[in-house]
């Protein structure tokens, strides 16, 4: 039996997170879900994301600074930002999820991906 591909979703609002969860879930990924960057970087040494969805406003390290490093570790990693921020200042990612968050916007992110 294969293994689901994973998913990091740094998120530090609960909704948000949940919503994330659940359509990451229904397209077929196990979910890691980290609260804030440190956590996510911490369990760097546990996991292997083949996608990231990293919220740009995070408490502690910014979501800019998480970007880079998951980049940094991770490097085949598909990463998302995901913000109420202009998109003009999204850092370098492989795209972009403005909020408020559709399954539909994910999910045509998420298509040449499919697990």
């Known amino acids: 039996m294969n293994a689901r591909p994973l998913a990091l979703v740094v998120e530090d609002s ?3 997170s949940a919503l994330l969860r659940h359509l990451l879930e229904r ?3 196990e979910v890691f879900s980290a609260p804030n960057a440190e956590v996510a970087v911490a369990a760097f040494v546990n996991i292997e994301p083949r996608v ?4 740009l406003r995070l408490p502690g390290m910014s979501g800019t600074e998480c970007a880079r490093l998951v980049r940094e570790r991770f490097p ?6 995901s913000s109420v921020l202009d998109a003009a200042d999204y850092p370098a990612a492989d795209a972009a999820l403005p909020k408020p968050i559709t399954g539909a916007d994910l999910r ?3 298509e040449g991906l499919a697990p």
């Open 108 to 110: 045509k992110l998420l």
């Open 76 to 81: 085949d990693c598909f990463i998302i930002v």
């Open 27 to 29: 397209q077929g990924y």
């Open 52 to 55: 990231a969805i990293l919220d």
């Open 14 to 16: 609960d909704d948000q």
